[in-house]
């Protein structure tokens, strides 16, 4: 059922306010600043005993990985990195005991994040979901985890889920945090933005029409760039995945950091740039990188955040609101989802089925 929307995309990426208050409803505790996620099976000891995480996905589901490996290295400070399931379960991986693995899917039934799932167990490693399908062949062969409550989700861009499934790595990251060296008090600074995510994300779509002029104009290039940095890169790499997916117009995400060792040679007025540019502590080389690329010729469209000052550079900008540097790639990436919408909106294609996908690719 559509409910009013032209697509299932569209209502899914409306829903996300409600889908990220079923997220965390009954999952905060403000009294001790911490996460209360039973699912998990694991008690304050074993969260204690593990020394690095690896996240397994794949597509989007691997970006959002990588914006929580980068969430919980810096709320927990434990090694953590993601990696593609599909890559993963073909090279014979060193499965240790003090890792904790966390496989991420919205449909569960991914045959590659299955079979990575499956190799981790039968190395007797400890795995744990971020999944949405309950029951799915992924809930039921992990160890414990957490589930999205996203709700069906059927456009095959993933939206919705994939929001839940940053939140859910936010509240992973709390309870190793916590049971480490992350204080109370810090603990309830991102218990308190957590709670602030769906009024945000509601104002980020509030700016619809103004994203879906931005579109338009992406959606004459050929080719963009989307480049970002430390947290913004996961953001850059999902938004580029989101733009090539349904508006089949080449999309490549680069780390700012190393445009100048390559990719800037492929700069000029026919090669426009989506920069993220939070206001963190990375927002003056993100200014300078947005301003080699403009005095080449490329146009760029920035998704920052209100007190970033631009100076003389003169960009067209997305404004999200700001939460805790930490959670940043949270509401960044929405703008990119409206942006990819509004490309192959313009475009006139088949937004909820684009050609050669499948929403869960379940076969070898
Ligand atoms: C891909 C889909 O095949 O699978 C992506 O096209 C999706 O949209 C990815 O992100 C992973 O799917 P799932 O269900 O495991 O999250």
């Known amino acids: 059922d559509l409910g009013g929307f032209p697509h299932y995309m569209a209502k899914e990426i409306q829903e996300q306010p409600e889908s990220v208050e079923r997220m965390i409803r009954g999952r905060l505790d403000d009294r001790f600043g911490v996460a209360r996620l039973d699912g998990l099976n694991l008690t304050p000891r074993e969260l204690r005993g593990f020394s690095r995480v690896k996240i397994l996905?794949?597509?989007?589901?691997?970006?959002?990985?990588?914006?929580?490996?980068?969430?919980?290295?810096?709320?927990?400070?434990?090694?953590?990195?993601?990696?593609?399931?599909?890559?993963?379960?073909?090279r014979n991986p060193i499965i240790e005991a003090d890792t904790l693995y966390i496989?991420?899917?919205?449909?569960?039934?991914?045959?590659?994040?299955?079979?990575?799932?499956?190799?981790?167990?039968?190395?007797?490693?400890?795995?744990?979901?971020?999944?949405?399908?309950?029951?799915?062949?992924?809930?039921?062969?992990?160890?414990?985890?957490?589930?999205?409550?996203a709700g069906p989700e059927i456009a095959v861009a993933s939206t919705k889920a994939l929001t839940n499934m940053a939140v859910g790595f936010a509240l992973i990251a709390l309870s190793l945090g916590r049971v480490r060296d992350l204080s109370n008090a810090d603990g309830q600074r991102i218990i308190d933005a957590i709670r602030a995510l769906p009024g945000q994300i509601k104002a980020v779509l509030d700016d619809e029409p103004a994203i879906a002029e931005h579109a338009k104009a992406?959606?004459?290039?050929?080719?963009?760039?989307?480049?970002?940095?430390?947290?913004?890169?996961?953001?850059?790499?999902?938004?580029?995945?989101?733009?090539?997916?349904?508006?089949?117009?080449?999309?490549?995400?680069?780390?700012?950091s190393e445009?100048?060792?390559?990719?800037?040679?492929?700069?000029?007025?026919?090669?426009?740039?989506?920069?993220?540019?939070?206001?963190?502590?990375?927002?003056?080389?993100?200014?300078?990188?947005?301003?080699?690329?403009?005095?080449?010729?490329?146009?760029?469209?920035?998704?920052?955040?209100?007190?970033?000052?631009?100076?003389?550079?003169?960009?067209p900008r997305i404004v999200v609101p700001r939460t805790e540097p930490e959670l940043d790639p949270i509401l960044l990436t929405i703008p990119l989802q409206l942006l990819a919408y509004h490309a192959a909106l313009t475009l006139g294609y088949d937004i909820d089925k684009p050609r050669n996908l499948a929403k869960s690719v379940t076969v070898e």
Not at 117 to 140: C, F, P
Not at 246 to 251: E, P
């Open 57 to 90: 996905g794949c597509g989007s589901a691997y970006y959002v990985g990588q914006i929580g490996a980068t969430m919980i290295e810096e709320l927990a400070r434990i090694p953590a990195d993601a990696e593609a399931a599909s890559e993963f379960r073909y």
């Open 103 to 149: 496989a991420v899917s919205q449909s569960g039934e991914t045959i590659d994040t299955a079979f990575a799932v499956e190799e981790i167990k039968r190395k007797g490693g400890r795995v744990v979901g971020l999944v949405n399908v309950v029951g799915s062949t992924i809930a039921r062969a992990c160890d414990g985890g957490v589930y999205l409550h």
């Open 218 to 256: 992406a959606a004459t290039a050929k080719s963009l760039f989307f480049i970002g940095r430390v947290r913004g890169f996961p953001v850059a790499r999902e938004g580029a995945q989101k733009f090539k997916e349904i508006s089949y117009r080449h999309a490549e995400a680069y780390q700012t």
């Open 259 to 315: 445009l100048k060792h390559g990719p800037l040679a492929l700069i000029d007025d026919s090669l426009p740039t989506v920069a993220i540019v939070p206001a963190d502590e990375l927002a003056d080389r993100n200014l300078a990188a947005m301003q080699q690329i403009r005095a080449r010729g490329g146009a760029v469209l920035a998704v920052t955040h209100e007190n970033v000052d631009f100076g003389e550079l003169d960009v």
